[in-house]
């Protein structure tokens, strides 16, 4: 479902918010049962809520979404950015799976967010012609896959992913670690052109933020969620792209990682990830092809998920918001569904009776099959 102007603005002051967190924001949607209804709840109610202050409910309270980001509102829809919202469905399912999601991105491009097949391709910024030439000639090769890449529009081998994608026709995604309204590196603004063109521009950053450098790791995260694998061409052992690597094992995406020399300085972080068993060893395309089965794919989009004839509409509406072994916290369903706890609570019953999920410490649900 798509958010509202209203609900939309609601959600960005909120964000304005200083110490207000994605999870006591989701938390406070829940408790008033909407997004626009926290605005209308009094202070001692809101701070009932597990980590709202009264300095943070007194500032709540005194906001006026509608008048505060009505000039920011205007900007987004001038510029042609889409607010992605953490129930809208056109928000990556793959991030929602994680606990640190952001509850509002803000995107300006075309291509879907939920492709079926989605690689992020991150390194060094400084690749030598070995990296270079296998970061082309592996994304040459996935070219018939139909495959959304994705990477952080850095110098060196996330620019060279997104250029040798753009060549070979696939669709590439950029995620940001500043606001809309700047571009870090400035030198790759006609790259970034040509990425919404076919592909997209993605940031959980509001306008007026700049690329600090504690923005890289937390932008990091996101690459390494959106996606099902990532693949790391060239990295000493620290980095940005270490970095990315282990969010990934964290979020339990698949490490593949291109082997160099054992001397080389530029390999030494995908060697170590290679020895230490924590990245796939990957030689050529058909090395990722294998290890993410994608051997029989077909050109489509769109995450495809299994739904059981046995379940009503809701119920799979709900499941679909379950990926299968990862633990997901009922704040998060809450706010993915827009549903209250009591509804939630009856349908997860149904579904943890027939099977198909099962509660986990600290409220949260796991699917099963």
Known sequence: ????????????????????????????????????SVFEASTEAMMSVPGVTEAIAREIAAANPQEDVQEEMAYY??????????????????????????????????APLNRRRILAVVGTRTPTSYGMYMTEAILRDLSGYDILIVSGLAYGIDALAHRTALEQGMDTVAVLAHGMDTLYPALHKGLAERIVRQGGLLTEYPKGHRPYKERFPARNRIIAALSDAVL???????????????????????????????????????????????????????????????????????????????????????????????EVPLENLVAATRWTIPRLSTLLLGLEMKGLIKSCPGSAYMRLT
């Open 1 to 36: 479902m798509h958010a509202s102007v209203e609900e939309l603005a609601a959600l960005l002051a909120l964000t304005r918010i200083a110490g207000l967190g994605p999870k006591t924001v989701r938390l406070l949607v829940a408790q008033f049962g909407g997004v626009r």
């Open 232 to 326: 790391i061409v060239e990295s000493g052992r620290g980095g940005g792209s270490m970095i990315t690597a282990q969010y990934a094992v964290d979020y339990h995406r698949e490490v593949l990682a291109v082997p160099g020399r054992a001397t080389d300085e530029k390999s030494e972080g995908t060697n170590y990830l290679i020895y230490n068993q924590t990245a796939q060893l990957v030689r050529s395309a058909e090395d990722i092809v294998e290890c993410l089965q994608w051997q029989n794919a077909r050109k489509d989009s769109g995450v495809q998920m299994e739904m059981f004839p046995q379940l009503d509409d809701e119920e799979k509406e709900l499941l679909s918001h379950l990926p299968k072994g990862v």
């Open 77 to 110: 829809e001038a510029q042609d950015i889409r607010l992605l919202p953490y129930w809208d469905e056109g928000y990556p399912v793959r991030l929602k799976e994680v606990p640190d999601a952001p509850l509002l991105l803000f995107y300006k491009g075309s």
